[in-house]
């Protein structure tokens, strides 16, 4: 059986609080795209989406609420993915899911209460790059040479003929 978007969005609504939910599903909750939160797995153990034949995920409702949890710290808050896991390690993502949304109070730790105001996009760039594997850095370094590829072959082919 064939669902329409509509009939889809109306199946998900239908679902029980306690029922496990698709990338899809999660993704379209939080507004995020699919591969955020395929990047967040491999930067927060704690998310771990079961994982069927075909590798599709299936997110439990504990997943759903930490996946929450690093959105608000990451967007609202303005923590970098490193503060997080800090912050995970330190105080428990149990304490942190728990403790619900007032969470912008000061940090004693000068690291974690700087790295919670907005950076300039400067430093944020420096971080990604301490972050990212050489093997990573490697593959986006190949996929910008296909892209400017890409874009010259268009220019190309859209150049005016003399």
Do not use: C, N
Not at 10 to 20: F, G, I, Q, W
Not at 23 to 43: G, K
Not at 136 to 162: C, F, H, K, N, Y
Request: proline residues 8%; aromatic residues 6%; negative net charge.
């Amino acid at each position: 059986m064939i669902l329409s978007p509509q009939a889809q969005a109306s199946a998900t609504l239908e679902k029980s609080p306690e029922a496990y939910r698709t990338i899809r599903e999660v993704a379209d909750s939080l507004d995020l795209p699919q591969h955020v939160l395929r990047f967040w797995e491999t930067r927060f153990p704690q998310i771990r989406p079961l994982k069927r034949a075909g590798g599709r995920r299936y997110y439990r409702p504990d997943d759903i609420q930490r996946l929450k949890l690093i959105k608000r710290l990451l967007y609202e808050e303005g923590y970098t993915i490193k503060g997080v896991q800090k912050l995970f390690k330190e105080q428990g993502v149990q304490a942190l899911t728990a403790a619900g949304p007032p969470l912008a109070q000061p940090s004693p730790d000068p690291e974690i209460a700087a790295e919670s105001h907005a950076e300039p996009e400067e430093a944020r760039v420096e971080d990604a790059h301490v972050r990212l594997g050489d093997e990573a850095i490697s593959a986006l370094r190949e996929a910008l040479a296909e892209i400017a590829e890409a874009q010259r072959i268009l220019m190309q082919a859209s150049a005016p003929v003399a």
